[in-house]
């Protein structure tokens, strides 16, 4: 590709010019790829210990002349296999469709509009809005700068910021791919893409945060280690007994490998990476992007929610709604076209915004001015400007007018800021600063705007030392509340979750929103704390102090921090959301980092465990709720997995304490690991949330996921499963029932004591309100495998059981039955259907 493709123009490429070359150059997506193929996911299946016992057991029965046994074993290995891979690919479709969520994101120009698109379809020629924070997608050249420095440490290994200036030659005019914008903005064409760029030809790759393990995952590891030497030793023991008893050592080596296959927990590996990825996949449907497990792990803990008001709260759809010059304010209407009289204040406006931005505000000044017909003066050029900086809240935009000498400066930002620089009367300031505290106790985004003239900008396009402003007026942006957020405020308080504003906005603006919201309870008086009272509290103050604020205003981005790690040493487990630069050491700082997936920045979704896709807080509650249904459900189905397997282990011993025929032969165990797996994965996955999950305190933090409370509670369940199968299998002996009936009467008893224990673990929501399409699936298949057992001719003996009349096949007919009714969504409530249509999982 050249490094010299021309710039497109003003209007950028259009979407057509775009797609044609994404079809012809192909995505902007380096070749490697980490993502695991069929071959792959065969591999690790057919190697799992459960799939080599299913094979030696094979061998076993060849090597003894029982060809037929062997070859039904080898299919039912088989069964055993695609079930696996089905649910690996389920979960890898997942990961895969969370992971390109998680790519960077792109501003570019498309048929004059600024456009944010995932950074694969970015393609050569397009015009790139270049912002601090971005991770740069493609190689490009500067056509504007800012101040521009970038981090090219993925490139070079140097870690020192490199300056970028607008007209240098060679690497100081080009933008490479991989590189952090750490400072400044400008505009750029897009010269390479993928393989292309300098990144893709030396081979590097973006870096990856590689996450630590879990806790969860820590505590499972530990769970099937112990659990898997406890299976070892009784399949020894066991085997060793039975060879001793029958003076047969195939009989014995049959029944350890019986044992073995009874015991191994491979199905804790497979809800866990089920439930995390289905569950990450269902979060990002609700626009809640899973970047990390362990923020599921910690979502059903979080304790305090600490939010940003714009966009959050709010809608982030700035209008303009009042002007003010000094003199008169006017408050405007949805249609209302600003007078005459506030023009100068418009067009001052303007020159202190980006016409190309995607700030909010900037957007509504420069649709005010369009609705007044002003334009600014083509012999108007922009010099530079310098963005909001820590204590000074306000943006500069410098400007030359033909061959004047002198420049002239147009400011915009917080009133009280903007103000400080002006010179003007004391009563017109005083007037200003009144209107703008009314305004923003009535709810209302107020910013002042302010210009003057100078020689030439400051260093970094700052104001030069001395300079005074004339002040042109205040507008007023009214951002309405979200719908939606007072009652997830609400559900929160039920849920002993606090939730704390946090914003740059003005004290009493926030107050306002924090009353609509219902961020306190009632007519509870909102505690607001400024930025500036921060500044001055010592930690152990502050500490003491976040306990009862609900707002914090005109806060700092570093100074969320602070407040990050004080309502942590007070024990509480904290969610934050943010979307700059600065943001980041707070979100990494948090138990549960939250980027804005709209308006956030590369570096901020970087350091997020999450990334809310719509900026919406309802998202983030339900993310919450999301979370404590996954821990809840992945807790029954640890309880199920230790319940179900006591009554096969039990049978598979029976004769070896009681003596007799081997109850349970490998293919039974085959038959059973279709069931179990099933359920603990796929079934528990697609368990809603209890009713009261959202009604009770969060869990606290060192919650063990399966304490050994819990452990004896499923065993003890296990042993009731268990004893069921013995009384059926004393009233068989009883009746002198054959070796292969006994066979039949113990696997029939196990697999109905397993769907009970099923419907246990599901309580209470496995009732009729409880619907589950996965569960009824579940029951059909079961009810169709048994049809085939017992009806077709020669079946039942292949698997060691004998041949019953055609009637018994009415047994496992009527639950299939009524399954399949109930996944046709016969069954309804309140005239709704109940079983909601089952997850399928991105395509």
């Given at each position: 590709m050249p490094a010299d493709t021309p710039d497109p123009g003003p209007q950028g490429l259009t979407e057509a010019q775009a797609l044609e070359r994404l079809q012809r150059e192909g995505p902007n997506v380096l070749p490697a790829s980490d993502r695991k193929s069929l071959l792959h996911i065969a591999w690790g299946a057919f190697t799992q210990p459960m799939f080599v016992l299913l094979l030696v057991t094979a061998s076993v029965y060849a090597v003894l002349g029982s060809i037929g046994d062997a070859a039904i074993l080898l299919v039912s290995v088989l069964m055993v296999g695609a079930l696996s891979i089905y649910q690996e690919q389920?979960?890898?479709?997942?990961?895969?469709?969370?992971?390109?969520?998680?790519?960077?994101?792109?501003t570019v120009i498309r048929d004059g509009h600024a456009i944010r698109i995932p950074s694969h379809l970015l393609v050569r020629g397009d015009r790139l809005l270049v912002n601090e924070g971005d991770r740069l997608a493609a190689d490009a050249r500067l056509l504007e700068s800012h101040a521009i420095e970038v981090d090219e440490s993925q490139l070079t290994g140097e870690s020192i910021p490199v300056a970028k200036h607008l007209g240098a030659h060679g690497a100081a005019a080009m933008l490479h791919a991989g590189s952090l914008v750490v400072q400044g903005d400008g505009l750029a064409v897009v010269v390479a893409i993928g393989a292309h760029t300098a990144l893709g030809r030396i081979g590097g790759t973006l870096a990856q945060i590689e996450p630590r393990r879990s806790r969860l995952q820590e505590e499972l590891k530990r769970l099937v280690r112990r659990v898997a030497l406890l299976a070892m030793a009784t399949c020894v023991v066991a085997a060793t007994v039975f060879t001793v008893r029958e003076g047969s050592w195939t009989a014995g080596l049959l029944v350890g490998l019986t044992l073995a296959m009874s015991l191994i927990p491979e199905e804790f590996a497979v809800v866990w990476s089920v439930m995390l990825a289905?569950?990450?996949?269902?979060?990002?449907?609700?626009?809640?992007?899973?970047?990390?497990?362990?923020?599921?792990?910690?979502?059903?803990?979080?304790?305090?929610?600490?939010?940003?008001?714009?966009?959050?709260?709010?809608?982030?759809?700035?209008?303009?709604?009042?002007?003010?010059?000094?003199?008169?304010?006017?408050?405007?209407a949805a249609d209302d076209v600003?007078?005459?009289?506030?023009?100068?204040?418009?067009?001052?406006?303007?020159?202190?915004?980006?016409?190309?931005?995607?700030?909010?505000?900037?957007?509504?000044?420069?649709?005010?001015?369009?609705?007044?017909?002003?334009?600014?003066?083509?012999?108007?050029?922009?010099?530079?400007?310098?963005?909001?900086?820590?204590?000074?809240?306000?943006?500069?935009?410098?400007?030359?007018?033909?061959?004047?000498?002198?420049?002239?400066?147009?400011?915009?930002g917080a009133p009280e800021a903007v103000l400080a620089l002006c010179d003007a009367p004391v009563d017109l300031l005083q007037a200003l600063a009144r209107t703008a505290q009314a305004w923003a106790a009535a709810g209302l985004r107020v910013l002042a705007v302010a210009e003057g003239h100078a020689p030439r900008p400051g260093p970094d396009e700052a104001l030069p030392e001395g300079l005074r402003l004339a002040p042109l007026g205040l507008l007023g942006f009214s951002d309405p509340l979200r719908a939606e957020v007072p009652r997830a405020i609400d559900e929160c308080r039920h849920a002993g979750v606090r939730v704390v504003m946090i914003t740059g906005d003005s004290p009493l603006t926030a107050r306002s929103i924090a009353r609509q919201a219902g961020l306190v309870p009632g007519s509870a008086e909102v505690r607001v704390l400024s930025g500036s009272e921060?500044?001055?509290?010592?930690?152990?103050?502050?500490?003491?102090?976040?306990?009862?604020?609900?707002?914090?205003?005109?806060?700092?981005?570093?100074?969320?921090?602070?407040?990050?790690?004080?309502?942590?040493?007070?024990?509480?487990?904290?969610?934050?959301?943010?979307?700059?630069?600065?943001?980041?050491?707070?979100?990494?700082?948090?138990?549960?980092?939250?980027?804005?997936?709209?308006?956030?920045?590369?570096?901020?979704?970087?350091?997020?465990?999450?990334?809310?896709?719509?900026?919406n807080f309802a998202s983030l509650v339900t993310s919450v709720r999301a979370g404590r249904r996954i821990f809840i459900n992945l807790r029954k189905a640890l309880g199920y997995l230790f319940a179900v397997h006591v009554p096969i282990v039990g049978v598979a011993l029976i004769p070896v304490v009681l003596g007799g025929p081997p109850l349970l032969l490998p293919l039974h165990v085959v038959l059973l690991e279709l069931l179990i797996d099933p359920a603990c994965s796929l079934v528990f996955e697609a368990e809603p949330a209890p009713e009261d999950s959202m009604r009770v305190p969060p869990r606290g933090a060192k919650e063990s996921l399966f304490s050994p409370g819990a452990a004896v509670r499923a065993l003890a369940l296990g042993a009731v499963a268990l004893a069921g199968v013995v009384v059926v299998q004393w009233l068989c002996r009883a009746w002198d029932v054959p070796a292969p009936g006994l066979r039949l009467a113990s696997l029939g008893a196990i697999v109905a004591g397993n769907l009970l224990l099923l419907l246990w673990f599901r309580a209470p929501a496995a009732g009729p309100a409880g619907a589950n399409a996965a569960f009824h699936g579940l029951l059909l298949g079961v009810g169709i495998v048994w049809m085939l057992l017992l009806g077709l001719p020669g079946v039942a003996p292949a698997f060691g059981l004998p041949e019953v009349p055609g009637a018994w096949v009415l047994v496992p007919a009527l639950p299939a039955a009524w399954a399949a009714w109930r996944l046709r969504g016969g069954f309804r409530r309140d005239g709704q259907a109940c079983a909601p249509p089952p997850f399928t999982g991105p395509r």
């Open positions: 389920r979960s890898e479709r997942a990961l895969h469709a969370l992971k390109e969520l998680s790519s960077p994101r792109c289905l569950g990450g996949w269902r979060l990002a449907r609700e626009q809640v992007l899973t970047r990390r497990a362990q923020a599921i792990e910690a979502l059903g803990t979080t304790t305090v929610l600490c939010v940003d008001k714009t966009g959050t709260l709010t809608r982030n759809q700035m209008t303009i709604t009042a002007l003010h010059d000094g003199a008169q304010d006017r408050r405007l600003a007078q005459p009289r506030f023009h100068r204040l418009l067009q001052g406006a303007m020159k202190a915004s980006m016409a190309e931005g995607v700030e909010p505000m900037d957007r509504a000044i420069h649709r005010a001015a369009v609705a007044a017909s002003l334009s600014l003066p083509a012999r108007l050029r922009a010099l530079g400007r310098r963005g909001v900086r820590e204590g000074r809240p306000y943006v500069v935009h410098w400007w030359r007018a033909g061959d004047e000498p002198e420049c002239s400066v147009a400011v915009k921060l500044a001055a509290m010592s930690e152990l103050e502050l500490r003491q102090c976040v306990r009862d604020v609900h707002v914090f205003a005109r806060v700092d981005p570093t100074q969320k921090l602070r407040i990050v790690q004080a309502l942590q040493q007070r024990g509480e487990i904290v969610a934050m959301t943010g979307d700059g630069v600065n943001d980041a050491p707070a979100l990494r700082a948090a138990d549960i980092g939250v980027a804005m997936g709209r308006r956030g920045t590369d570096v901020a979704r970087e350091a997020a465990a999450l990334v809310l896709l719509d900026d």
